[in-house]
């Protein structure tokens, strides 16, 4: 399968948490689609409009350059990727937390601490601007995976990570230094959106889905 020239392009993580949750989102805007096998296309049902499947980090700089209209992704990887692209909504779901940890008993305290120290992670972009707003130099070891255990290994100090329950941190014998930022879920469009009308129409549909998912849970939480 090839996309139509004249169909708006969304793009959606192929794999992953981010991937069902992307899917549940449109699926409930009435976005329906049916991914074949390993296909990395789908096409929308009565909708000019076609799915593409792609890697999550990817998303950002893909929707920047006008490879696809519209792209769900984490506002993480946004800014990360500081890709020039307009978040046209808040998702909702997947929020989450960039920390810096550093192990429970470690004599850091602030982020000046760590100048000179060795600081491993995923988001080195994120990373460097933070630090340097702080006047912390640090020696950045840039990973894709695995960052948790990483002082464990004798690689770094301290890490740069996403947080969500903290389980994880707690496995590993590490505390929270400080946040960084949080994040979430985000729709995000192209500065050269071939057809911003059904862009339009999307953003109405998925404003109704939370708009919807948030009185529920209102509702729910309301004591009788």
Known sequence: MTFASNQLRIGIPSKG???????????????NFRRQDRSLFAKVSGFPA????????????LC?????????TGSDLVEEAGSY???????GVGRCRL????????SIHSPADLKGKRVATSFPNTTQKFLDQHQAPVHLVRL????????????????VDLV???????????????DIGSYETVLI????????????RIVRRLEGVVIARDYSLLEYNIPN
């Open 64 to 72: 920047a350059e006008g490879a696809i209209d519209l792209g769900i």
């Open 85 to 91: 692209v307009q978040v046209r909504m808040k998702l």
């Open 17 to 31: 948490r981010l991937s069902e949750l992307a899917t549940e989102l449109l699926l409930q805007a009435g976005l």
């Open 99 to 106: 920390a810096i940890c550093v192990p429970i008993h470690s």
């Open 144 to 159: 894709n995976g695995s960052v948790e255990i990483m002082i464990s290994l004798g690689v770094a100090d301290a890490i």
């Open 164 to 178: 969500e329950t903290g389980s994880t941190l707690a496995a590993n014998n590490l505390r929270i230094l400080t």
């Open 189 to 200: 469009q192209s500065p050269v959106c071939r057809d911003i009308s059904t862009a339009d």
């Open 50 to 61: 076609d799915i593409t499947f792609l890697r999550t980090d990817d998303i950002p700089t």
